[in-house]
């Protein structure tokens, strides 16, 4: 019997496995180029791998490494603000950007396919499709679809992250706002008060080193919006917040940003004292 493998494709000379060969030097040698930020020429290596991808029998093909192939060809195309070329590789996040919440859908929905054939079914590369999907419901007020994606996503995303990570708390907010926008606050608060304590538990673990000011500073916006959502804009623990968020920036030495917050706890904190207990 003839072994397939070994056989020479009659298109190119070559076994499917010395194909595989190349196919894994040419995405080693674009991964190398990438690290180095020598994107111009990573490129050239990405494409040739999903080129020789497309020789291969489509039983056969990886459909998990073309998808990583794609989303590092888009990433490159979006630091260098190529959208028409991004479009091309990652075309739901882009159609999702410049407001075409419809072919977004689409698009989304092939990849989910794609995923969810070639990927087992809690991979967390499925959740964040999960995610991307609730999210173009949301945005065209189709509120119980976004509701059950987001809950699939937030299911996939404890069983592999636990319940206690940023990703996770994004999950809940997002399930939350899917909750108010129909009118069931009771549910919208709670999911959010979990988005809330998570972030609060994370914002507790980090150090105050100039490096990671900014991912403080980002945590306690975050925190500052849910707490709005919950309790309005007088609260005292967004005063606090906003004094965490100056403090954050004075180390930073951005005074101007810094005074500001200030003046914004300062000003809930008179609020408060003036109004009627």
Sequence with gaps: MVDPISTPNMATGYSESEIFQKIQFLCAEGEKKYIDQDNQNAIPNYQQALDQIQLLPKKDTDLELQYKINLRITDIYIQHNEWSQANKFSPGDIKRMTGDESGALSDFATSLDMKLKSLDGDNLSIGDTYH???RTYFSQKEYNKALSICQKALKIRINKLGDCDLIVAQSYHNIGLAYNSPGMYNDAINMNKKSLEINLA??????????QNNQVILMLQKAIDILTFNYGENHRNIANT???V???YRHLHQDNLAANMRQKADSIRKDLQNSPH
């Design 132 to 134: 991307k999907v609730g």
């Design 242 to 244: 906003y004094t965490e």
């Design 202 to 211: 994370k914002l507790g673990l980090l150090h105050r080193s100039t490096k």
């Design 246 to 248: 100056a403090t954050c």
